[in-house]
């Protein structure tokens, strides 16, 4: 079945970098584009990062992070990353990982997410 296992979350100061992984088994990993979510408490979830099948060689960003996140994709280990820096204290959330629906880097969110991973930025 389906597995995604999001991990690599925590506390970091403002300024700091994470580096979150989402582990991915039971499909052709390669095959489905993959993003990043994020939910703050008394919000919706919003869609951070997204990156292609393949290579991964097309990504987006949502404005707020563009700069600052990088999303990537190994094949080879059915891992996506996002590397988070510069982080803010508006950068706090939950975020999880999701094999996404449609082409280039997905048109909406698909049914399956990671179980999320909390990031807190405060000093």
């Known amino acids: 079945q389906v597995q995604l296992v999001d991990s690599g979350g925590g506390l970091v100061q403002p300024g700091g970098s994470l580096r979150l992984s989402c582990a991915a088994s039971g499909f052709i990993f390669s095959r489905y584009p993959m993003g990043w979510y994020r939910q703050a408490p008394g919000k919706e979830r919003e869609l951070v990062a997204a990156?292609?099948?393949?290579?991964?060689?097309?990504?987006m960003y949502a404005d707020s992070v563009k700069g600052r996140f990088t999303i990537s994709r190994d094949n080879f280990k059915n891992i996506v990353y996002l590397q988070m820096n510069s982080l803010k204290p508006d950068d706090t959330a939950v975020y999880y990982c999701?094999?996404?629906?449609?082409?280039?880097?997905?048109?909406?969110?698909?049914?399956?997410w990671g179980q999320g991973t909390q990031v807190t930025v405060s000093a």
């Open positions: 999701n094999r996404r629906r449609g082409n280039r880097t997905g048109t909406a969110a698909g049914d399956y």
């Open positions: 990156v292609s099948t393949g290579g991964g060689n097309i990504k």
